[in-house]
């Protein structure tokens, strides 16, 4: 089931790492939010570990407490990843934009500019936004999911209509003959959904992959759907492998009812390393890490997850003989067998959040050893065809896990040795298309 | 009445040039559409010229028949710009977007985006569209003026009301006191219009310059008004200079209306220069430039211009003295004096044309020397506060201005020597502002 290698794509949002704590991190560059330079330094790590792609998640809210912590998300992806293009060569360049608060047409000339800057390294993470408070920055709220979920289709062929809407052997260049190009190659899309419409053409040329990539975050029926017909590779937030072969299967079964080869699909399951020296100084880290975070809330969730009435005075203590024999974990948390588990070792509950065992991501804090044999687990167990690493600091998270975790899974054959060609395409694996698939039902014409 | 010295903006648009025939100029790199290192090296030359800011004008839609011509507009210029960000280090980076077809909160969010990353050098053309084929791009139809206008404020006051969001001292960056940024001065703005609306905050600290510089094009009441109340730049296509003055005195006393000082918005005259080392080859490179153009279209155009029912046949004859007596100069059309008059010089037809009378912007097609006399004889005669330059062909275009003009206006002391300071807002001479401007009426809140 599983593909011969990994593939790796590096999170990359808000400016100092996955860790709320990022930007408080000794020797860390403390503008890095508003800093390329930054940036720039980080892709090019994450390129020398042939890394397939970075990933910058976005949200067009603030949706973050900015007392404590940094920004969730980058002043703006596409502007960065056009940054990006030019001072890297082969990593893919992959971001979210919203089907429900930008119009498809400035949403396909942004992303199919972005592809011909980067030389054929563009992917749209095509998404519909669930946050109200992201919704009222553009004086609307969240429609019905049927709804919105109706437009995210309309939008996605929309822009992949406009997208072909400039045919591959359009250009001319025909100096002596005078022809720029052939305008008959160039014609209106004329899409027209209930939603959404578009006339076009878009005057953009194909890149060297011909079109952005598209891939598709988080599952749910529609969701699910919306990855089975259009997307190459999905972001999945699995907490435990069992977990995630459920989540793989359903995605692999929408790619088939769509009538797609499910091998052309990648899952990309969440993964929070932090590397250090030993397991103690991985822990040290995360614990300076979680400095700005509120424990006292953190202490009470873990013990809803373990059904204990857990409280801030018991932070520095491990569970009692008596508590670990009332622990029950939650049926409805896949994390919550894991955080029993790490609690059993006997750490103080500060040491056991420090494990991650409550955040949105599994949390690997370990050696580098560790982090890949992790990673094979999953892998070797057909958990994921890859993962999406959100590392704790970009700071010197990048070339940790560069210099130290991708060395192993190279050795171990697990991870490619280089990039398998220039194109994001080619890197992913995913299957050549320009314009609309021809194996989906073409949408509506007006 | 005129400022002491002129700014200077080089119009950068399409790719190849201002010229339809420009991407058939021998030696020119034929994919410069979508090149970027042509266009950063174009951008470097404007800078090497002390050139105040680089215009790059938009309209969202194919509005060209790309059989013959390039492309007007650029593969998407808030991208390009951003490209020419890290690679330039002065010049202001000015673009169109416009008001009806693009959401207030990602205007906002990519310009002040582009404003940080550029270190404080943006500037937002915002323009309503009238291109009915362009609202067709976004499954619309072109609103009527006076709403189209409403909406426009709107816009404006929205977008800079979330410019302002993140107050100036917001971001604390403070290790010890785990204190990131003062979420007091981060706070909705919660802007809400008949048209648009948004809650913000949007999470973007200032740039150098606070926030980006707004321009305006186009005059007409709504122009006015709109430029009246929030441009510090303003594109204007007067063809003759008592049509310069009489618009320059129509925005100054709109400016001066809401309330604002004239001086403060700069008026920047549209102007098409040919440069070569005589008169005759300015000529002929316009004539090998407008080969692709529709000449028998052309030379009727003329004719209607003078009140002459001229034709193909004529292309390479003079009028003749019968028809030079005949000839009227269309009172509708203030281009018509100067076709007359190039024509009374005994010029062919195909001449005639290539001498840019019909052109949208002044053409000199001359010397280095007979440009910068055109440039100075606007300037002193209080016609604009400088240019905006849209040069042939950029390929050789952009250092011809640049090593054989700006030399010249300097020497006259027509053009400043080095830029000012490393802002646009600085070298522009616009005024600080950071959110709404005061002076004006706040808009309504929710
Ligand atoms: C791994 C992962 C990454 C996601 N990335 C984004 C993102 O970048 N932006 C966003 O708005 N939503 C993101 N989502 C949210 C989903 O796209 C989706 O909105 C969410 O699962 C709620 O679904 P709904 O829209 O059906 O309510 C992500 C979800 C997952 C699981
Ligand atoms: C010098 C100049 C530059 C302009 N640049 C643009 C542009 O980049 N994009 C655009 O859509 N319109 C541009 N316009 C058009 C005006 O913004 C305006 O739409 C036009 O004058 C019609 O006005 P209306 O919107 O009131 O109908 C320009 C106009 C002038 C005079």
Request: proline share 7%.
């Amino acid at each position: 089931m599983t593909s011969r290698q990994m593939i790796l794509g590096m999170q990359f949002s808000g400016g100092y790492g996955a860790a709320p704590g990022a930007w408080r991190l000794p020797g860390a560059n403390l503008n890095s939010y508003t800093d390329m330079d930054q940036f720039v330094r980080y892709a090019q790590a994450a390129e020398r570990g042939k890394i397939q792609l970075l990933f910058i998640a976005d949200t067009p809210v603030l949706d973050v407490d900015l007392d404590h912590h940094a920004p969730h998300h980058m002043i703006d992806p596409l502007l960065i990843l056009t940054v990006l293009a030019r001072e890297t060569e082969r990593i893919g360049l992959v971001t979210t934009a919203s089907t429900t608060f930008t119009e498809p047409y400035n949403l396909a000339r942004q992303f199919k500019a972005l592809d011909v800057i980067s030389n054929g390294r563009a992917g749209w993470n095509a998404v519909t936004t669930s946050d109200p408070a992201a919704a009222a920055n553009f004086g609307a709220t969240i429609p019905p999911r049927a709804e919105k979920y109706e437009r995210a289709h309309e939008v996605i062929q929309i822009v992949q209509g406009l997208w072909g809407s400039w045919e591959k052997d359009a250009w001319l260049l025909d100096v002596d003959g005078k022809r720029f190009a052939d305008m008959d190659k160039i014609q209106p899309v004329n899409l027209q959904g209930k939603h959404a419409a578009s006339r076009g053409p878009l005057p953009i040329p194909p890149s060297e992959q011909g079109q952005p990539v598209i891939f598709q975050a988080g599952g749910g029926s529609y969701g699910l759907e919306l990855a089975g017909r259009y997307a190459s590779g999905v972001y999945a937030n699995p907490y435990t492998i069992e977990d995630a072969r459920a989540q793989r299967k359903a995605l692999r079964d929408a790619v088939k009812r769509a009538g797609r080869d499910p091998d052309e699909v990648k899952m990309l399951a969440g993964f929070m390393p932090t590397i250090a020296p030993s397991r103690q100084a991985a822990l040290e880290r995360r614990r300076f890490l979680d400095e700005v975070v509120d424990l006292n809330q953190r202490v009470r969730y873990l013990g809803a997850m373990i059904g204990l009435p857990l409280g801030p005075a018991q932070l520095d203590e491990p569970l009692t003989a008596d508590q670990l024999a009332d622990a029950i974990p939650s049926p409805h948390d896949p994390r919550s067998a894991r955080a029993l588990e790490v609690a059993r070792e006997g750490w103080t509950l500060r040491d056991v959040l420090a494990h991650g065992v409550i955040d949105y991501h599994p949390v690997v804090a370990g050696t580098a050893a560790d982090v890949a044999d992790h990673m094979q687990q999953w892998f070797e167990a057909g958990a994921c065809d890859g993962f999406s690493i959100a590392i704790d600091s970009y700071h010197d998270g990048f070339d940790a896990f560069v210099d130290q975790v991708v060395p192993i899974l190279q050795e171990r054959g697990l991870f490619h040795d280089d990039y398998e060609g220039p194109t994001l395409r080619e890197n992913l694996g995913a299957h050549e298309q320009y314009g609309l698939d021809p194996r989906l039902t073409r949408p509506a014409r007006s």
